[in-house]
């Protein structure tokens, strides 16, 4: 089974950053992409970047500029680097691996999903 960990969320003020952390453990033949959203309180969860094996990156038009992901591919881990935050970045913010593939003997792939970590911006 595969488990994603997310780590880095706090409270900072506008202007702040904030480094956040997903970490993919389990039996990991390789995966397609790995993605960042957020869900603020009563909204709809929104993507906010993706990373892909062959890393091809995509930001959401409102962190463009402001937000950085990286991965590491020996750590099955990606980054979220999150500068010049605003009160609206506001949400718990949770990591996506797409595409994962668990066995050299089999070619099914899945998706799985953190918990989320909470972000917090006071202005």
């Known amino acids: 089974q595969v488990q994603l960990m997310e780590s880095g969320g706090g409270l900072v003020q506008a202007g702040g950053s904030l480094r956040l952390s997903c970490a993919a453990s389990?039996?990991?033949?390789?995966?397609?992409?790995m993605e960042w959203y957020r869900q603020a309180p009563g909204k709809q969860r929104d993507l906010v970047a993706i990373i892909t094996s062959d890393d091809a990156i995509t930001y959401a038009d409102s962190v463009k500029g402001r937000f950085t992901i990286s991965r590491d591919n020996a750590k099955n881990t990606v980054y979220l680097q999150m500068n010049s935050l605003k009160p609206e970045d506001t949400a718990v913010y949770s990591c996506?691996?797409?595409?994962?593939?668990?066995?050299?003997?089999?070619?099914?792939?899945?998706?799985?999903w953190g918990q989320g970590t909470q972000v917090t911006v006071s202005s």
């Open positions: 389990g039996r990991i033949v390789s995966m397609n992409a």
């Open positions: 996506a691996a797409r595409g994962v593939r668990t066995s050299f003997f089999k070619a099914d792939r899945g998706d799985y």
